[in-house]
């Protein structure tokens, strides 16, 4: 099974002057879960190259057991540091696509017109897409193939308004994943704050937040 893995170029955290990108476990964790699977993975970002890391994901208190196998992983670290362009793959070579969050993906996944070319036709060849925390914002400008918003109707989770507010970025971020997902027709769920949960609908996953991170790629396998 061939998975790609799609990351954020992203590293500005609005006009805070903060930086932001993709955050570490909800990469590590699903990346070693697919890997030990037997995935085949490739990892693609916008820009290509080494994606931008949110440093609030490499503090002490944020570390996991796959964070800690990936810092010790120099070959995992080498792909994540040449990742391809995104506008160079094809969704007809991959059976998935799995999207990491962290805040990045507000600002540059969420309006990519190669991402969301890509998910919609992952979706139009009834191919698994999955994405967790923030990343299920990618959703939002994708459509199915009758043309209706891809999220119209399905069941789907992401990072919540209760847990932006707790970060205390509600009024930074461009958009607040739990609002978006249903303002464009998704049914949402979620669980209480920062607990484990993922939902899949057909063929489509999404998590909650960074615990949900597990969950999502194991449904996604499930998939497969």
């Known amino acids: 099974m061939k998975i790609l893995v799609v990351l954020t170029s992203h590293d500005q955290l609005g006009d805070t002057g903060q930086k932001t990108g993709f955050w570490l476990e909800e990469y590590a964790a699903p990346y070693y879960r697919m890997l030990d699977a037997g995935a085949e993975l490739t990892v693609a970002s916008p820009m290509g190259g ?72 992952m979706t139009a060849a009834n191919k698994p897409v999955a994405a967790v925390c923030h990343a299920p ?13 891809l999220v119209k109707g399905k069941k789907v989770t992401g990072f919540s308004n209760s847990e932006e507010a707790a970060v205390q970025l509600t009024d ?32 489509l ?7 949900s991170s597990e969950a999502v790629a194991k449904a996604l396998i499930e998939l497969l």
């Open 50 to 121: 080494q994606p931008p890391l949110d440093p609030k994901s490499d503090e002490p208190q944020s570390q996991t057991p796959a964070t800690e196998r990936f810092k010790a992983d120099e070959k995992a670290q080498a792909i994540l540091a040449a990742t391809v362009k995104l506008s160079a793959v094809t969704a007809s070579d991959f059976d998935a696509v799995f999207y990491p969050g962290g805040h990045g993906p507000l600002w540059d996944l969420t309006n990519d017109a190669d991402s969301i070319a890509l998910i919609e036709a």
């Open 137 to 149: 914002a990618v959703l939002i400008n994708a459509k199915s193939p009758n043309g209706d918003p």
């Open 172 to 203: 930074v971020v461009p958009l607040l994943v739990e609002d978006a997902l249903s303002a464009k027709g998704g049914i949402y769920s979620k669980a209480d704050d920062w607990h484990s949960y993922a939902i899949t609908d057909g063929k």
């Open 205 to 211: 996953v999404t998590g909650q937040n960074p615990s």
